[in-house]
């Protein structure tokens, strides 16, 4: 069965101060996996989506990296409005609609203070 | 303009009712899907729908109906509602092939 795991569950973080969160997965075969940034009593907003191993992406002060194990968000001096909870999801390959599925971690709330 | 919009953002009912839940797309996709987020966060997929086809149904009790009128359209109908139901709903739509899917803002279901 398809697991992710998110790590820290909390993170608290000074504005300025930069950090990574970790998404760990293991899947049969790796079709894409997402970052989303969700605010309290909203959905989730898109924010990346990484295919293979070595790619990278960035949006402002955020970058996301890809391994064949695990994913990271890179956060550069955050600010607090970069306050949410960070979900990290897995598309596999396969049949039955795998591929028509996201697999989300349980997310990481992070709190920037000013 | 609302690319994918749920109705209604909050509801509340008794133990026993029957309950639905509308959403709407406006991005042209041909996929769209329910996904339930529990009290600890945790997101999971209930069902996707790809051009009114039922693709994916992860093991959701058949008190939960969904229903794609059209490919813009994919309601949710409830039957005979139990505590453990209470939940936000969120639904989602996406191209084919399920690239980056975009959420509504979700309907926080609550049974007493």
């Known amino acids: 069965e398809d697991q992710v795991t998110q790590s820290p569950e909390a993170l608290r973080l000074q504005e300025g101060e930069s950090s990574s969160l970790n998404c760990s997965y293991t899947?049969?075969?790796?079709?894409?996996l997402f970052w989303y940034r969700q605010d309290p009593g909203k959905g989730p907003e898109f924010l990346f989506t990484l295919y293979s191993a070595g790619e990278e992406k960035e949006k402002e002060r955020l970058k996301a990296t890809l391994t064949k194990k695990e994913s990271f968000l890179h956060i550069t001096a955050p600010k607090p409005e970069d306050s949410a909870t960070y979900l990290c999801a897995v598309q596999t390959t396969g049949s039955g609609g795998s591929n028509y599925k996201l697999t989300f971690g349980k997310g990481t709330l992070l709190t920037v203070n000013p | 303009d609302t690319a994918v919009s749920q109705t209604p953002k909050y509801l509340v009912t008794q133990m026993g009712n029957d309950k639905s839940i509308k959403c709407e797309q406006n991005?042209?996709?041909?996929?769209m899907y329910w996904y339930k987020q529990d009290s600890k966060k945790f997101l999971k997929i209930m069902f996707s729908y790809n051009n009114k086809e039922l693709i994916i149904n992860e093991t959701v009790p058949n008190r939960f109906s969904p229903k794609s009128p059209d490919k813009a359209h994919l309601n949710l109908h409830i039957n005979s509602l139990e505590l453990g139901d209470s939940a936000v709903y969120f639904c989602a739509s996406s191209n084919v092939g399920g690239t980056e899917a975009f959420f509504g803002q979700g309907t926080r279901l609550t049974v007493v």
């Open positions: 899947v049969s075969g790796l079709r894409g």
């Open positions: 991005l042209g996709h041909d996929t």
